[in-house]
């Protein structure tokens, strides 16, 4: 057995002359990574069994606790890192598919990190948004070409073209699909909260609808994926629009499968399944073979809401994105999610989640462009996902074509989460990615929602410093608008895919 | 009762044309001269029974949650896709993913289905999803199915003599399939197994015979005469052991 020893990834240091023994850590660690010798009357850690969540260091009280990356877990070469050789020799243990969680963290090239902004100086004012009017509200949906008036007996002016349902967002930032299932109810709360509370949208996800959630339907966008879970008419006229899930960045192609253990009372009950019964998700709808199949779900919808609420379709950033994305605009999408790369999961085979699928830069302006050159850029809104980091991420990938971003990653971590990569274990120490009430009660929901709403609130006023610098007044001035965005070591190729200019070179 | 011509109609123009005559408080619509329009009863939650004389396109009934709907016809694919209650008779065949995800309810097609029928079926408590077609099916049926019933009667044979495709429930992991007259063992997924019928599970399957044959005229005695088998998953996990943590 010896061979298939696996070196501890973290080390838990414990500095002996600040630890009061209170035993925190030994209680609080869901892996059972700390103990309490009694003989030697000092706490210890398994550090095989650490995560590297942080929690303990977060919650000991004196700070006695450091956990830091083993450096020397094995011979730190190039090629082969160990993070090759533990993969080689967990599979050859088990001879399982790998599996991991949340977003991709190769080191594949970050556009984002290589693309600079523009700002007024001199030739054009820039504006103080302290001071001035800032549009950051966007609305998506299907928009019209031209507007009809009619003037009434009395003079005034109504608007006699009919106008598709939109999604109102006072920030151009919504969370992404996170089902109950992946994520625990208080961590829904929480996103759901911040939604009402900023006034912009979160996302059931594919696993149904928890009742506790109903309340919040008009900031609530509703999920429709391949395995239909807790779909039903209810379900789809719950939420302000619906949204058709064909891929997600973390897993392009693949389906879902949430294990039979996981499925319990509560987790049946918004999936409409048995208890302990497998949940899976195929992995195309098996309805949709073709664009006009896709049509014909769009439409099936509509139908089932009678056209009030928007119909969204959600794909992952694949080679061929921009022609998808144009026939999913031609076949009815009131708006398109393009998640990218770096988008995360709650589970995935590591295989799909660090090599399938294009960076979100080029997806979405290659899409953007696509949709400009057919003339049906109106038609649909563009929503980005997939490693949106900060603000400065969302106005590149507007200024890159898109309407606005969804967050999912960045709201889990204004929630706790420290990136530890372990969702599909469900032992989350941070009480996000699990359904044990002895961890999940540690994510207050109304704390949750008041951070959630600082990070998008502290995102809007950057936004707003940024638009003003540019001269802008109005993010959907932003929307598209390369002009303000020029590269920085990219090649020639990158930067024409990109639609942008190398710095240095002007209008 | 009320009656409806949809000559030369969009589907969009049928169903708003339903929908109202459901929301006055109808219970009873028939639809005349029915030519490929979709998504005819879709989302409807109210128990009204409609009768379609034609063919009705895609997506028959889907969402639906209560309604009756008869058709004097052929179907097309996706009837009662992702439907929730109700119930769908069928004189004549239906195209391919009859029942997609149905959580319950009833459909019944008196000759024969097309590809993947009864995929992603799944119960849920008091809900028990039914599908009885009685003739053949094609490849891929009780694809990934997850709960209810599907019952296939084999009283009209495909052009090789065959009551299903390949691939019988490949990826099933609840529910039960019943098949009147042999199966062959390399027709199967590889999550499923032939097993001999109880008296119980006869008993849970003739009530449906039973509506069948009272639906669509057959003999029932002389229907229930032939043997029939039952496909059902072996293990609940069929994929517990694919993952190293």
């Given at each position: ?138 609305y998506l949906g299907r928009k019209q070409m031209k507007l009809d008036l009619e003037e009434d007996?009395?003079?005034?002016v109504l608007l006699k073209t009919e106008i598709a349902p939109q999604l109102k ?72 629009a ?56 769009i439409y099936?919808?509509k139908e089932?809401t009678r056209y009030e609420k928007p119909v ?20 009815g999408a009131d708006y ?42 109106h038609m649909a809104s ?126 | ?9 969009h589907?969009r123009e049928?169903n708003e044309?339903?929908w109202k ?225």
């Amino acid at each position: 057995m010896a061979k298939g020893k696996i070196p501890p990834e973290f080390l838990v240091e414990r500095d002996d002359y600040k630890c009061v023994r209170c035993l925190a850590c030994v209680r609080l660690c869901s892996y059972g990574a700390n103990y309490y010798d009694e003989n030697a009357k000092r706490v210890y850690t398994e550090n095989r069994k650490c995560v590297g969540c942080h929690f303990c260091e977060a919650m000991c009280p004196t700070e006695a606790i450091t956990v830091m990356r083993n450096p020397f877990e094995i011979k730190p070469l190039a090629h082969w890192t160990s993070e090759h050789l533990i993969d080689i020799m967990k599979q050859a243990e088990t001879g399982g598919v790998l599996l991991t969680s949340m977003g991709n963290d190769r080191p594949y090239f970050s556009y984002f990190d290589r693309i600079v902004l523009n700002a007024s100086q001199v030739t054009n004012p820039s504006i103080d948004p302290l001071r001035e009017p800032m549009e950051v509200r966007t609305y998506l949906g299907r928009k019209q070409m031209k507007l009809d008036l009619e003037e009434d007996e009395e003079g005034r002016v109504l608007l006699k073209t009919e106008i598709a349902p939109q999604l109102k967002l006072e920030v151009p930032v919504m969370f992404s699909a996170m089902s109950y299932g992946s994520i625990s109810l208080n961590a829904m709360l929480s996103l759901a909260e911040a939604a009402k509370t900023v006034g912009t949208y979160f996302n059931t996800g594919e696993g149904g609808l928890p009742k506790e959630l109903k309340r919040y339907g008009s900031n609530m966008i509703v999920q429709v994926a391949s395995g239909r879970f807790g779909v039903n008419v209810d379900y789809l006229n719950a939420g302000s629009a619906v949204e058709i899930k064909i891929g997600q960045g973390a897993k392009p192609g693949i389906g879902g499968h949430l294990p039979g253990e996981k499925v319990t009372e509560a987790i049946s009950e918004t999936r409409m399944i048995p208890v302990g019964t497998d949940a899976l998700s195929p992995a195309p709808h098996h309805d949709i073979y073709s664009i006009e199949d896709l049509r014909q779900l769009i439409y099936a919808i509509k139908e089932a809401t009678r056209y009030e609420k928007p119909v969204g379709v959600k794909i992952a950033a694949v080679h061929n994105v921009a022609p998808i994305a144009a026939g999913m605009v031609r076949a009815g999408a009131d708006y398109i999610v393009i998640d990218g790369i770096r988008g995360g999961t709650g589970a995935a085979p590591k295989v799909t989640r660090d090599h399938v699928g294009i960076p979100i830069e080029f997806a979405v302006a290659v899409v953007d462009q696509r949709l400009r050159e057919e003339g049906i850029r109106h038609m649909a809104s563009v929503v980005v996902a997939g490693g949106i980091r900060n603000s400065a991420d969302v106005i590149k990938a507007i200024a890159l074509g898109a309407d606005a971003v969804y967050i999912g990653t960045a709201a889990l971590v204004a929630l706790g989460c420290h990136l530890c990569q372990r969702c599909y274990l469900g032992k989350c120490n941070w009480g996000i990615a699990t359904q044990d009430p002895k961890l999940t009660k540690r994510l207050n929901p109304e704390i949750g929602a008041r951070r959630l709403v600082n990070l998008l609130r502290a995102w809007e006023h950057e936004i707003k410093e940024i638009l003003g610098g540019m001269g802008i007044n109005a993010i959907e001035s932003l929307r598209g608008n390369r002009d303000m965005l020029r590269g920085v070591g990219l090649h020639e190729y990158e930067l024409k895919l990109l639609g942008i200019k190398p710095a240095g070179e002007a209008w | 009762m009320v009656g409806i011509d949809a000559k030369g109609w969009h589907y969009r123009e049928l169903n708003e044309t339903i929908w109202k005559a459901v929301g006055e408080g109808e219970n009873e619509i028939i639809v005349e001269n029915v030519c490929g329009q979709r998504y005819i009863g879709a989302g409807l939650k109210r128990k009204v029974k409609i009768l379609l004389n034609g063919v009705p396109g895609n997506d028959l009934g889907a969402f639906m949650d209560g309604p009756e709907i008869v058709v004097y016809g052929n179907c097309q694919d996706g009837v009662g896709n992702t439907m929730n209650s109700g119930k769908i008779v069928i004189h004549g065949c239906a195209g391919d993913i009859l029942g997609y995800s149905m959580r319950g309810g009833q459909i019944y097609v008196k000759g024969h289905a097309g590809y993947r029928v009864g995929i992603h079926m799944k119960a849920y408590k008091e809900r028990y999803p039914v599908i009885v077609v009685g003739g053949f099916v094609r490849d891929f049926l009780g694809e990934y199915m997850a709960g209810g019933l599907i019952l296939i009667l084999g009283l009209e044979r495909d052009e090789d003599g065959n009551v299903t495709g390949d691939f019988v429930g490949t990826g099933m992991h609840g529910g039960e399939i019943f098949v009147r007259g042999p199966v062959e063992e390399r027709k199967l997924g590889k999550e499923v197994k032939i097993f001999e019928p109880t008296i119980d599970d006869m008993n849970r399957v003739t009530p449906y015979v039973k509506e069948f044959c009272d639906l669509f005229g057959y003999n029932f005695e002389e229907v229930m005469s032939e043997k029939f088998v039952l496909l059902k998953p072996y293990t609940h996990r069929p994929y517990g052991r694919l993952y190293a943590y």
